[in-house]
T-cell receptor, first 111, second 111 residues
Framework: AQRVTQPEKLLSVFKGAPVELKCNYS??????LFWYVQYSRQRLQLLLR??SRESIKGFTADLNKGETSFHLKKPFAQEEDSAMYYC?????????????FGTGTRLQVFP | DGGITQSPKYLFRKEGQNVTLSCEQN?????MYWYRQDPGQGLRLIYY???????QKGDIAEGYSVSREKKESFPLTVTSAQKNPTAFYLC??????????FGPGTRLTVL
């Protein structure tokens, strides 16, 4: 079965500290992984995807197929990073037309 | 702020009533989705449509119905059969690069 697990409901850090939001997945084929972000009073939007291999707002995420993980990292957190982050999976092998979301992690960055 | 629009922003329903949530998009996307967002549960897929006049059940379709008569529109009806309809509802559409674009949401409260 397809599943996305985000073990942390809340992650609190101080400004300038490193951040790692954990995401593990279960999918028997080749997956496509995404991170979506929802800032306060804004729409849910795509932050980054593993296929594009780019850094967005200082965030990076590497797909580790051996550990079935797609953790989101940023070396120095900023207050404006405070938001709800969702990891999501889409299949490249089957179920290619749906996104499976994790339960989300709320990131709080204190000044 | 075009793209995906949802109305109304807030909706109140009495028990036993059916209500319809509107979702419109001007992105010319074929695929559209309805999600339910509850605290601690992430986004759960209710229904989705890959093309006009076709739609599929998601993970939690019971008590909901949809139609897709036009490419731009994908309304969701919450029926009286839905046992716990109070939630935040998100509509999305998907582009050809597999990115989903979300609306601002409708908060439904059952009185």
């Amino acid at each position: 079965a397809q599943r996305v697990t985000q073990p942390e409901k809340l992650l609190s850090v101080f400004k300038g500290a490193p951040v790692e939001l954990k995401c593990n997945y279960s999918y028997s084929g080749s997956p496509e992984l995404f991170w979506y972000v929802q800032y306060s009073r804004q729409r849910l939007q795509l932050l980054l995807r593993h296929i594009s291999r780019e850094s967005i707002k200082g965030f990076t995420a590497d797909l580790n197929k051996g550990e079935t993980s797609f953790h989101l990292k940023k070396p120095f957190a900023q207050e404006e990073d405070s938001a709800m982050y969702y990891c999501a999976l889409s299949g490249l092998t089957y179920n290619t037309d749906k996104l499976i979301f994790g339960t989300g992690t709320r990131l709080q960055v204190f000044p | 702020d075009g793209g995906i629009t949802q109305s109304p922003k807030y909706l109140f329903r009495k028990e036993g009533q059916n209500v319809t949530l509107s979702c419109e998009q001007n992105l010319n996307h074929d695929a559209m989705y309805w999600y339910r967002q509850d605290p601690g549960q992430g986004l759960r897929l209710i229904y989705y449509s890959q093309i006009v006049n076709d739609f599929q059940k998601g993970d939690i379709a019971e008590g909901y119905s949809v139609s897709r008569e036009k490419k731009e529109s994908f309304p969701l009806t919450v029926t009286s059969a839905q046992k716990n309809p109070t939630a935040f509802y998100l509509c999305a559409s998907r582009d050809s690069y597999n990115e989903q674009f979300f609306g601002p949401g409708t908060r439904l409260t059952v009185l």
